[in-house]
């Protein structure tokens, strides 16, 4: 989308599709922003126009649509339903957060196997992956021994604090 289509956006949001004194909020205005999260990869936008301002964050659960305007703040706009069922709160159990910011490898170095896979059993103090930050490698240990269930990411990928890396039953 060029800047022209966030300006266009942006004065949609701001006279809720339509021109009236008092503005509103253009719900395919933000049916647009949140596919350009997703287009995009973008975990957050946010536009101010007119007086309002309008911010559309990606998080694991979903969407959030805040809105406010220089005057009196607005209610936050419901963001679009989703047609899935609703995923559980929180972390799976056994799951193994990111301790840090950075990119995760799966293997010690390029080319090589990866640390584990699917169905490995692994023991407490095993190295699972590395995090690299601040051209830091970061090994993660495991913390607990069992069998690698789940892996989460794929490698080379940037990866947020406390983003589950893989699962350990």
Known sequence: MSMKGVKSIGERIATGGKSRATPTID?????EL?????????TEIEIEQGGLRLRVAKQVGGTIVTASSGAAPMAAAPAPAADKPAAPKGPPPGA???PMVGTVYVAPEPGKPPFVKVGDK???GDTLLIVEAMKTMNPIL??????????????????EFGQTLLVIS
Do not use: Y
């Open 27 to 31: 719900s395919a205005a933000i049916r």
């Open 34 to 42: 949140a596919d350009l999260l997703a287009e995009t990869g973008l």
């Open 96 to 98: 193994v957060p990111s």
């Open 122 to 124: 692994v023991s407490e």
């Open 142 to 159: 495991a913390p607990k021994s069992g069998t690698v269930t789940e892996i989460a990411i794929h490698d080379a990928e940037p990866v």
